[in-house]
C-alpha cells in the first residue's frame, strides 16, 4: 500500500535545506505521496529511507522503454526509446494520459518477399505531421508462425530492423527467437513470446538480451500468474500481450488489469504496459481491425498491431490517439514569435493570430497552400482561440501592439501591412491608433477562405 505523507516524512533527513525544491521536508514528503515529485529530488536521504520508500512510492503502473536510436526520431520523443504504460488514472478527464499508443504493422515467415516489401514500402509512406506531432508507424510486429525456420525468422526480423522502427518479436519458438534476438537485439525488441508454458526459457533469452519480455496467457488469471513466476526470477521489464482468444477476452484483460494496478491499495503484478493484437483478432478484416484499434488505443493497449496500417486507417487512429494523450489541463499552444511562410522575408505582409495551437495549424496550412510568402506573427494570447481570447482581453489591440513592441518587429521586418483576423474586426480602429506606421487589414473570418484573400492581396 502507497505511504502516507506522514510515513513518508517520517524517513525524511529533517534539515528543511530546500535543495529539492521544496521550503521544507514535510511539503517534500507531502508531494512525494501525491506522486508529484521522486524521491531522487532530495539528495540527503539514507540509503535505508530509499529503500523503503523507492518501492512504496514508485507508480503503481511501470514505465517500460523499447526500441533505441534512429527509431526515436520523433521530436516529441526526445528520449532515445518508446516509453510505455507508466499511467496514473483511468480515465483522461482524471488528470491525463501520459505515454500515448504506439501502432505497429505486421510482417510475417508466412509472407513471400514481395508481400513483405509492399507492407514495409506502403508503412513509410504513412509519415505526416499534425499540431506538431509526428504521425507515424512506430513499430513492426514481426511473426514467427509455426514451421518456419530460425534462420528464415531471423532474416525477417533483419529486414523489419531495416526499416527503421521498434520491433516486436512475436515467437513462441525457442530457437527462432534466439536467432532473431542475436539479429537484431541492438535494436532493444520486444521479445513477445513468453507463457506458462515456456516462461523460463523466454525469459533467459530476454534478460541475456537485455529486452522487454511479452507475457501472455489464456486469461487473466494465468497471465497474472505467470508475470508473478518472471517477477519472483527478477524481472520487471515485461509488457502484457492482451491475448488472441476473443475480442471480448483480450478488452476484459485489458480493462481488468488497468483495474487492478490503479486501485486504491495498488496490485503492482497487473501495472504493465499491453500489447494488443488486432490482427490476430480479426484476421482480414481491415475493416474491423480499425473499429478495435480504435478500442483498444482508448482502453488500454500500448501497442497496437494491425495487419498493414493504411492511410485510411492512420487518420482517425492518429487523430484519436493525439485527442486522448493531449493534458486537457494545459491548452496546445505553440510559441509567440514570427513564422515566415513560402519563404516570406522582411519585405513581406504579415499576418496575425493566437497561440492556441489548432489555430496555428490551420491558418499556417491555409498560408502554405496560398503560395504567398507572409509573415504569421503570433502573440501570447493565453493558448485559447480568436473569439475566445479576444473575450478574455488577450487578444486585443493592446497586446498586439505590445507584442510588436517587444519582438521588435518594426526592424525585423520593413512591411507595413498587417492583416487582422475577420473574427475581431472590432480591433482594427484601436489598432490604428496604436500603430499608426501600420496599414491594418480586416482578413477573413475562417482560414480557408485565405487562398483567395491572399491571391487576391497579390494581384492588386
Ligand atoms: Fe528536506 Fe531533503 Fe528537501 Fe532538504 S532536500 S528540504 S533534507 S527533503
Not at 170 to 189: C, G, S
Not at 313 to 333: E, I, S
Not at 435 to 447: K, Q, S
Request: net charge negative; hydrophobic share 45%; charged share 25%.
Amino acid at each position: 500500500m502507497a505511504l502516507t505523507g506522514i510515513q513518508i516524512f517520517k524517513l525524511t533527513p529533517k534539515k528543511n535545506c530546500k535543495e529539492c525544491g521544496s521550503p521544507t521536508c514535510m511539503a517534500f514528503a507531502m508531494k512525494v505521496a501525491q506522486g508529484a515529485v521522486g524521491i531522487d529530488k532530495c539528495p540527503y536521504m539514507s540509503e535505508d529511507a530509499i529503500a523503503q520508500l523507492s518501492e512504496a512510492s514508485a507508480p503503481p503502473m511501470k514505465t517500460i522503454e523499447i526500441g533505441k536510436k534512429p527509431f526515436a526520431d520523433n521530436k516529441n520523443d526526445t528520449d532515445a526509446s518508446f516509453k510505455l504504460g507508466g499511467e496514473t488514472v483511468l480515465f483522461r478527464h482524471e488528470k491525463t494520459f501520459v505515454n500515448k499508443t504506439r501502432y505497429a504493422s505486421t510482417v510475417s515467415t508466412a509472407m513471400d518477399a514481395a508481400k513483405v516489401d509492399q507492407i514495409l514500402t506502403d508503412m513509410a509512406k504513412i509519415d505526416y505531421e499534425r499540431i506538431g506531432d509526428r504521425m507515424y508507424v512506430e513499430f513492426i510486429a514481426v511473426d514467427h508462425t509455426d514451421g518456419a525456420s530460425a534462420d528464415a525468422y531471423a532474416e525477417l526480423a533483419k529486414k523489419a530492423a531495416a526499416a527503421n522502427r521498434a520491433l516486436i518479436l512475436n515467437v513462441k519458438d525457442e530457437a527462432a527467437a534466439a536467432a532473431a534476438l542475436e539479429a537484431v537485439k541492438d535494436t532493444k525488441p520486444v521479445l513477445n513470446g513468453a507463457d506458462a508454458s515456456n516462461y523460463e526459457a523466454m525469459n533467459k533469452l530476454a534478460t541475456g538480451a537485455d529486452v522487454v519480455l511479452g507475457v501472455t496467457g489464456s486469461n487473466v488469471d494465468e497471465i497474472y500468474d505467470t508475470i508473478a513466476a518472471i517477477e519472483k526470477l527478477g524481472n520487471k521489464k515485461l509488457i502484457v500481450d492482451l491475448g488472441s482468444v476473443s475480442v471480448k477476452d483480450a478488452f476484459a484483460n485489458a480493462v481488468l488489469l488497468r483495474r487492478a494496478c490503479l486501485d486504491k491499495n495498488p496490485d503492482r503484478t497487473a501495472g504493465y504496459p499491453t500489447i494488443a493484437n488486432v490482427a490476430k483478432l480479426a484476421p482480414g478484416d481491415a475493416h474491423m481491425q480499425t473499429a478495435l484499434a480504435t478500442l483498444f488505443t482508448m482502453k488500454y493497449g500500448s501497442i497496437v498491431i494491425v495487419e498493414e496500417m493504411t492511410y485510411a486507417q492512420a487518420l482517425p487512429l492518429y487523430g484519436l490517439r493525439q485527442n486522448l494523450f493531449t493534458d486537457p489541463q494545459k491548452a496546445p499552444r505553440i510559441e509567440p514569435g514570427i513564422y515566415p511562410i513560402n519563404g516570406a522575408e522582411e519585405n513581406s505582409i504579415c499576418l496575425t493570430t493566437v497561440d492556441f495551437a489548432l489555430t496555428y495549424f490551420l491558418v499556417s496550412g491555409e498560408l502554405e497552400r496560398s503560395g504567398v510568402p507572409c509573415n504569421l506573427l503570433i502573440s501570447d494570447a493565453g493558448g485559447l482561440s480568436v473569439l475566445t481570447s479576444w473575450a478574455a482581453g488577450k487578444f486585443s489591440a493592446g497586446s498586439i501592439a505590445k507584442y510588436i513592441q517587444e519582438f521588435d518587429i518594426e526592424n525585423k521586418i520593413k512591411n507595413r501591412t498587417l492583416v487582422l483576423p475577420g473574427k475581431v474586426a472590432v480591433l482594427k480602429g484601436d489598432l490604428e491608433a496604436k500603430l499608426p506606421d501600420w496599414n491594418i487589414v480586416v482578413g477573413p473570418t475562417e482560414a480557408v477562405q485565405l487562398v483567395k484573400f491572399l491571391k487576391d492581396m497579390q494581384a492588386n
